[in-house]
């Protein structure tokens, strides 16, 4: 075959398809994300679809894991402003076993280890907007180390509407512990968290998202209701309660703009079963 008619065969070809993606993507582009979730919770066969994000610090700090309060504030305002309706861990749980229904275009707001800011930056943020929030703790930290808050603090939050929950004792990597080691700190976190708050602590994060099949069941025998990995994903009844999905939120060039994308296009990915296992 000369080689002109290669060149023109796949210039031809590349036409074709790049037309027929084209097509594909324009409904999915053209609609605003309040539709697409609509959209979504309607098409879903497993019920509602939960947007569960995931942050860590709430500060100036120049890294990944620190998103800034203004950045911060502009998301919740988002939220706000778009219909989204902030849900706590019991209420997902409820949904997810049947037994309870969810408000339209639920979130489920997250943190973890439980660093001092979430108290001094994201709290405040979170009561005027009057949302819901989750904090999952290292509870040999807090009231130790000046980066974390106090019980004082975490009892406070807790009475306002964030629930906090564990995330063990030592935050260590758990595919690396012995079963003696994961039973402490599965085990240890929850008693000490329940006896400073004073009522059942039964969610839990696995620090650095790191989990397999045994250490789920070990979390279940430990009684935990549900526990949060940072599988990436949205969370409905296809998925397993010792393993829901995240949607991590971090500091990047452009936060906000991040934060949108990943909000906005996490469904769609889930759609074309680009992400659920
Ligand atoms: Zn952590």
Redesign the pocket.
């Known amino acids: 075959m000369p080689l002109f008619y290669k060149q023109s065969l796949l210039k031809r070809w590349w036409k074709r398809i790049s037309l027929l993606l084209l097509l594909l993507l324009i409904p999915l582009l053209a609609s605003s994300p309040k539709q697409m979730t609509a959209t979504m919770v309607a098409d879903s066969e497993n019920g509602t679809k939960v947007m569960v994000l995931n942050y860590?610090k709430i500060d100036n700090t120049f890294i990944s894991l620190a998103v800034r309060p203004d950045d911060f504030e502009a998301q919740m305002k988002y939220l706000s402003e778009n219909g989204y309706h902030t849900i706590s861990p019991d209420e997902l749980y409820d949904s997810l076993a049947g037994t309870g229904e969810l408000p339209e275009n639920p979130v489920l707001i997250t943190f973890?280890?439980g660093y001092v800011d979430n108290y001094t930056n994201a709290y405040p943020i979170l009561k005027k907007y009057g949302f819901k929030a989750t904090i999952?703790v290292?509870t040999s930290f807090l009231g130790k180390d000046k980066n974390y808050m106090t019980w004082d603090q975490a009892r406070e939050l807790d009475a306002n509407g964030i629930s906090i929950e564990s995330?063990t004792v030592d935050?260590k990597s758990m595919t690396d512990l012995t079963d003696e080691q994961l039973r402490m700190e599965l085990v240890e976190s929850k008693k000490k968290a329940e006896k400073e708050l004073g009522h059942p602590v039964e969610y839990m994060?696995y620090?650095?998202g790191t989990y397999n099949l045994h250490i789920a069941e070990m979390v279940k025998e430990a009684g935990y209701k549900a526990a949060f990995t940072i599988k990436y994903g949205n969370v409905d009844k296809a998925s397993n309660i010792y393993a829901l999905e995240r949607v991590p939120i971090f500091h990047t060039e452009d936060t906000n703009k991040d934060f949108l994308e990943r909000i906005r296009y996490t469904p769609i990915f889930e759609r074309f079963g680009w992400i659920k296992s």
Do not use: C, K
């Open positions: 860590h973890d280890d999952f290292i995330h935050h994060a620090p650095t």
